[in-house]
């Protein structure tokens, strides 16, 4: 199966930074985009960043100049490093990527399981 793997999530301080990471199974491949979303609680998830295998960016308004998306295509790994965190970044954040399982597969939307991140005093 595959697998998405979160890690680096927790709790900071307003001004802080966390650095996400994600790692997709090897089984995934021929992957072009790959992003991270978030979902507060009582609203709808929404986009935060994503990138595509060239290493074009696209950034949420609210984030831009603070969050920085990477990725390193050997490994099938997206970071998402976070810097001048504030409370409403608080949500539960999603790593997402679009590849196959096999050659003849179509392309897919795969999800992570959600990482918490909690930006508060």
């Known amino acids: 199966q595959v697998q998405l793997v979160e890690s680096g999530g927790g709790l900071v301080q307003p001004g802080g930074s966390l650095r996400l990471s994600c790692a997709a199974s090897?089984?995934?491949?021929?992957?072009?985009?790959m992003g991270w979303y978030r979902q507060a609680l009582g609203k709808q998830r929404e986009l935060v960043a994503l990138?595509?295998?060239?290493?074009?960016?696209n950034y949420a308004d609210s984030v831009k100049g603070r969050f920085t998306i990477s990725r390193d295509n050997a490994k099938n790994t997206v970071y998402l490093q976070m810097n001048s965190l504030k409370p409403e970044d608080t949500a539960v954040y999603y790593c997402?990527?679009?590849?196959?399982?096999?050659?003849?597969?179509?392309?897919?939307?795969?999800w992570g399981k959600g990482i918490l991140v909690t930006v508060s005093s």
């Open positions: 997402k990527a679009n590849g196959k399982i096999a050659t003849w597969a179509i392309a897919m939307d795969y």
């Open positions: 090897r089984s995934l491949f021929s992957i072009n985009l």
């Open positions: 990138t595509n295998s060239g290493g074009s960016t």
